[in-house]
Structure formats: C-alpha cells, structure tokens
C-alpha cells in the first residue's frame, strides 16, 4: 500500500500544481505534516511543517530522545537546497551522538546514510502538502438563482372532465334546437370536410390551374373556417348561428363544384392533410376517386382535440394566477436534477414537480432548462410552469479542463420564508469521494483449495457523456437517454498466493518420434484465474421508468486482461507420461468484448438497491504458447475439436447494495455471478461475493 501511496503523491506533485495554487491561497500556516522514517537508518525520522508559501522547516531527530535533533528551514523550497541540507543536518546530529556518547559505534548509522533517497523525502512532503489539503478540495461549481414569482397556466384537462363537457353541451344544443342539424356533432363534421376542401383546393391549384378554380370558392371556405377558428365554449350559442347560416347558403355548392372539377380532371387524386396527435404531428393520406363524390368518410378526432382545446384555454384563462414561490427542493444525482420540488401559493399551495431527470452538466442543458416543464395536479386539472419560471439562471464556473459543470450529489432546500436569499453556491465533489473502492471475497471459495477463493479489488468511475433525456411517446414519466456515460474499470484478484497459477492442460502428441504434448485450456478457465483486468463500459441506451422505481441499462464493454500460467516439465517414458516439475510460470494477455450487457436496476430506497442482468462476452486470447479451446473434455476425447463458440460464454449476475447510513462513506454488498460457455449448457462456474467499497482516496488520507 505504501507503494501506491508513494505513487500517488508522485502523480499529485506532477499534475496539481493548479490545485495547490487553490489550496495555499486558503490554507493557514504553519502547517505539520506527517513524520518520514529514515530507513534504513535505525532510530532516526525526520519530519515537516509548512510555514509559509513554499517554505519548509524541517527536524531530523532521532526518535526517543529529543535532545538529539536539528532543525533547518528552506525558502524556497526545492531538492538541491533540500539535500545539501539535509546532509548537513545528518552530520550535526551524528556530533552530538558522538559527543553524548564517546564511546558508542556510529557506523551503524552511518554506513546506511548512503541508501537513503533524499528525493524520496522531498517529494513525499512535497506531495503531502498537495494530498493533505487536496483530499479535502471542494471545487466551485456554480452559483444557482431562483425567482420569487411563477405564473401556472392549465396544461391539461382530464379525459374525464373533457368528456363529460362536451356531453353535457351536445346534450344542452339537443335540448335547445330539439334537432340533430347545427348541433355540435354537426360542427365536429363540417371542420373536417373543410379540412379536406383546403386540402383539395391546393391540389386542384397545382394539377389544373389557378384560373380553372373560382376565386370565390376559396373566398367562401375562408369565411366558414374562420367562423370556426372563433368559436369556444364561451360563444359557443352565437358563434353556432352565424356558420350553419353560411353553410346552409355556400356549402352544398361549394362541395358540387369542387367534386365536378375533380370529376373533369379524369385522374385520381391523392391528397395529404397534416393533424396534430398528442403533441406529435402525422400526415394522413386520403384519396379521392375521379367520378366520386369527396363527402364524408373523415374521422372527427381533429375537430374534438380543438373544441377540448377551446375548453383548457377557458379553464386557464380562469385559473392562471400569480404565485409565490414558498420552498424548493432539488436533488442533483450524476449530472441531473433528479427530482425537484417547487410548493407555490398562500393557503392551499401548489405543489410543483418534474417528471422525470432533467440534464443539468453541459451548456446545452442549461440552454434546454427554458424547455423543461413542472406540474401539479388538482382537482382532475394539471397546471404547468417552466423551469425557468422557477430558476432564473445557473452561473456556472469555469476551470482549466473542466467540461461537466455539475454539482455534487446532494439534497438542497430553500425556504424562501425564512430565508429570503434566492441564491446558493454550489460545490462540486470533493476529492475524497472521487473514487470508490471495492473490496470483496468469494465465500463459495473459502477452502484453502478452491480456485474460486477470491480476493478482488474493484475500481470504477462513471463519466457523464450525454445528460439529455426524452420523453417516450404516450407516457408521462418514462424517459430514454441515448449514450448517457462511461465507466472505466479497473480489476486486480486473486491477492492470495493460493491457487493464484493457472495450469496448462495437456494433450499427448508425438512428432518425429518425441513427445510433443499439445497444451491448452479453457476460455472459461482463462476467465476464472484471470489476475488484472482493465476497461470500460459503454452506455447505448437508458430507459427510466419511475412509476415502476426501475432503472433499464442497455451497454456495451471491453476489457483488457493478465492471467498467470504455470506450465510443467513432462516426459514420457514406460509408455506413461510423468511430470517432472515445473518449467516455468509466467502471464499471458486477454482482450474480452461485451457487444450486449443488459442491467435491470430497481431503487426503492435510498440504503439499498437490487440489480438484475446478464452480457454476452467474447474472450480471445493474445497468445499462441497454447490452444484456447471451448471445453477441456471434449479437446481431449475428440481430437483437434477446440468448439466453434470457444470465444463466446455468457455471464448472468445480481447485486444487492446495502448502504447502513446515507451520509456513510462506504457500502456493503453481496453479489452473485454465473458464467458458462456458449454451446457447453453444464460448463461454468460461479461466485457468490461479500464486499465492502470505500472512498479510496478517503482511505489513503486515513493510510496518510
């Protein structure tokens, strides 16, 4: 672990310096900075203490005795001053040893100054001066703006409410006409011929000329139209009167002469009327056979959706008032405004909320924000409000390198009440939590004897790409996102020196007379003591499904591998074959494609989730010191046969994630995976896993 740690501050000393510039504007000095042994001389340490920009005061002492030591300051610091001063240190201490005890041998200290590495020493302050205080940074995300006012307009009106209205005016004309004509049945009917005679007027225009259509034909069509473009629920009686009177007088005649000019025409026509259909737009084809009459035979749905229209713009003209924004409540997950909660209004307050995540990482998110819509419900009738209406902007922060502009996961809450600021300052994650660990091991393997018991360290970082989501068609909640992140992946197993060896499997073959023994293994055997693995994996398609808490994953992946072999010395003779020992042990590389990774994802409190799935893989191995086969039997009783799926196998897993406290840094886990070999249905293996995944830079801070 020191090595990594050592590493570590190697990378933070060669890549920080932008974050120590942050760090030491802020830091208060003097600053102490953990001890450093001074191995492999015995008994002595030195250590550090920031008292300054890039200044340093350094105590080599020996430890125990506090009387032995020297101290000496460099400003500026850097190695040359370091190690001229550091020798000098060395020697004065050695003199007071000496002039403590005369008598003692100094060569046990001495003869090892030479192995000391004071580069080592420097860089370790160095670098512990930068991962101190930078496991504990917190960038600057951006500053979020709300507004104090919304003004909700009525977005949608219940089928059952837009039914029951439209009976209640078809059954209230009935009463009052006491006939079937000019009712609004008849209206319903008349728009859409009216839609047909524009459509066949453009056509007409087209195939025979503007001269041959007379102008008062469209002249009358216009009249009629705008009539019923007028017409509401509201002047529903008068408008009513004013278009059966100018169709009565125009509309027979007007369907005559069109039908004649088509009927002259000779051909058949074929016309296209755009309709509007749940927000989407489809264009209907109808064609109109010469000789035929164009009368009837059209759905009424276009002519109902703008009478239930005409019914919402009377219910919002109605209900549209100015509220008070009260309290708002967000929570940011991965790059998105996963749920937000707007409560609005005195007394009986509406409650606003989004319906599925809205992108919140890149510019272009925050250009769409004017897009993205919050309901509330009541009374059977949805009201709706912009996000902007709410949030008035997001001032993000920029930093070399930086292109995710998201805060942290968090909750935030603001009581406009109590609090009348209508900003926050945001903060994205702090170092600390950059990356998570994963520690487990195989408890189907616990015997000291099986191959499956594994120690396995995991390492993975997910990667926003795209944080835009869309609303799949007929539904009011579910979502689709479309090459939504990637996860590097970094695998190290089998820590144990038990069983940490893959052996070769062997085939007796002789050439020329020598025993020449053909050696392979399985790909399922490749898998299995596989020893590194890194990678990533790819999303292609996300659909998100709230109303069913479920979360559906559809990716893709590739890994590259190291898998330890041991070969053995074999011989034959006695017409038997006998192992002599082993020759050599040695590691050979794997790459392993995941064209298709299915996860099923069920979240239904925050402490705990399940996880469901299953990939295809295929598993090649980059090297020809032996024969990659499917099934080790099968090579073996039928000779040369290595299985046409040798390179396939499929994996099914399934997680359960236990997080005790949702403030806690870590998470316990027990995962279960079976794989086996594609076309051999009784070849696999499996593993039963226990984990616990921490921080790990929090744990190197702690290890510090």
Not at 337 to 351: F, P, R, T, Y
Request: with cysteine; aromatic share 12%.
């Amino acid at each position: 672990m020191k090595k990594i740690y050592l590493l570590f501050l190697l990378a933070a000393v060669l890549s920080g310096h932008t974050v120590v510039g942050q760090v030491k504007r802020e830091q208060r000095f003097p600053v102490d900075l953990p001890a450093h042994d001074l191995s492999p001389v015995p008994d002595y340490s030195i250590s550090a203490r920031i008292i300054g920009h890039q200044a340093y005061e350094y105590t080599l002492q020996k430890d125990g005795d506090p009387e032995i030591k020297k101290v000496f300051t460099i400003r500026p610091n850097n190695l040359e001053s370091f190690k001229s001063q550091f020798a000098s240190a060395f020697d004065e201490v050695m003199k007071m040893e000496k002039a403590k005890d005369s008598t003692q041998d100094l060569t046990k200290y001495t003869r090892h100054i030479g192995n000391v590495r004071p580069e080592s020493i420097f860089i370790y302050f160095q670098g512990g001066e930068i991962t101190l205080e930078s496991f504990d940074f917190r960038p600057l995300a951006g500053e979020l703006f709300f507004r104090s006012k919304v003004h909700p307009t009525q977005y949608f009106v219940t089928r059952a409410v837009i039914n029951a209205r439209l009976k209640s005016a078809i059954r209230k004309d009935r009463q009052d006409q006491k006939q079937v004509p000019g009712s609004l049945k008849d209206l319903i009917g008349l728009r859409e011929r009216l839609i047909q005679l524009q459509a066949d007027i453009q056509t007409r225009k087209l195939a025979i000329g503007m001269a041959v259509y007379p102008q008062k034909v469209q002249a009358e069509i216009d009249k009629i139209t705008t009539l019923l473009n007028e017409l509401t629920v509201q002047n529903y009686e008068s408008k009513r009167k004013e278009i059966d009177a100018a169709w009565s007088s125009t509309g027979p005649q007007l369907i005559k002469e069109i039908s004649e000019l088509i009927y002259n025409s000779g051909d058949d026509v074929t016309i296209s009327v755009d309709q509007e259909r749940g927000g989407w737009f489809r264009r209907r084809r109808y064609t109109v056979k010469s000789g035929t009459s164009i009368v009837g035979g059209l759905r009424r749905r276009p002519a109902k959706r703008a009478l239930r229209r005409a019914l919402v713009q009377k219910e919002s003209a109605q209900g549209t008032n100015e509220l008070t924004i009260n309290n708002v409540e967000i929570e940011f997950n991965e790059g998105f405004i996963e749920n937000i909660k707007v409560m609005a209004g005195e007394g009986d307050s509406l409650q606003f909320q989004n319906n599925f995540a809205i992108g919140f990482a890149s510019k272009k998110d925050y250009h769409y924000l004017q897009y993205a819509k919050l309901f509330a419900d009541r009374n059977q009738i949805t009201y709706s409000i912009p996000l902007t209406d709410v949030i008035d902007r997001y001032e993000q922060k920029h930093a070399v390198g930086r292109r995710d502009y998201s805060p942290a996961n968090q909750v935030i809450t603001m009581d406009f009440k109590t609090d009348p600021k209508r900003s926050i300052t945001l903060n994205k994650e702090t170092t600390s939590k950059l990356f998570e660990l994963k520690t487990f091991s195989d408890f189907v393997g616990f015997d000291q004897e099986s191959p499956n018991g594994l120690i396995q360290l995991e390492l993975e970082k997910r990667l926003n790409i795209r944080t835009g989501r869309i609303r799949v068609p007929h539904s009011t909640r579910t979502n689709l996102g479309l090459f939504q992140f990637i996860t590097p992946f970094v695998m190290k197993s089998k820590i144990e020196e038990n069983n940490k060896h893959l052996l070769l499997d062997y085939r007796d073959q002789f050439t020329n007379n020598q025993y020449n023994p053909v050696k392979f293994t399985s790909t399922l055997e490749l898998k299995r003591f596989e020893n590194f693995s890194a990678g990533a994996d790819v999303n292609i398609a996300m659909l998100d499904i709230p109303s069913s808490k479920s979360m559906l994953y559809l990716n893709f992946g590739f890994r590259y591998g190291r898998v330890a072999i041991r070969d053995s010395l074999q011989e034959f003779s006695d017409n038997q074959v006998a192992r002599t020992g082993f020759a050599k042990d040695f590691g050979v590389n794997t790459f392993s494609f995941m064209p298709v990774k299915i996860c099923w994802e069920l979240m239904t409190d925050e402490r705990y989730t399940y996880s469901l799935g299953g990939s295809v893989n295929l598993y090649y191995l980059r090297d020809n010191y032996f024969t990659q086969v499917a099934n080790i039997e099968t090579y073996k009783d039928e000779v040369g046969k290595k299985g046409d799926t040798r390179y396939f196998y499929k994996s099914f897993f399934m997680q359960v994630c236990f997080r005790p406290q949702t403030e806690a840094s870590g998470r316990l886990f027990f995962r279960y995976q079976y794989n086996w070999q594609q076309g051999y249905w009784r070849t696999g293996f499996h593993q039963a896993q226990v984990g616990y995944s921490v921080y790990l830079t929090r744990q190197l801070k702690q290890e510090q």
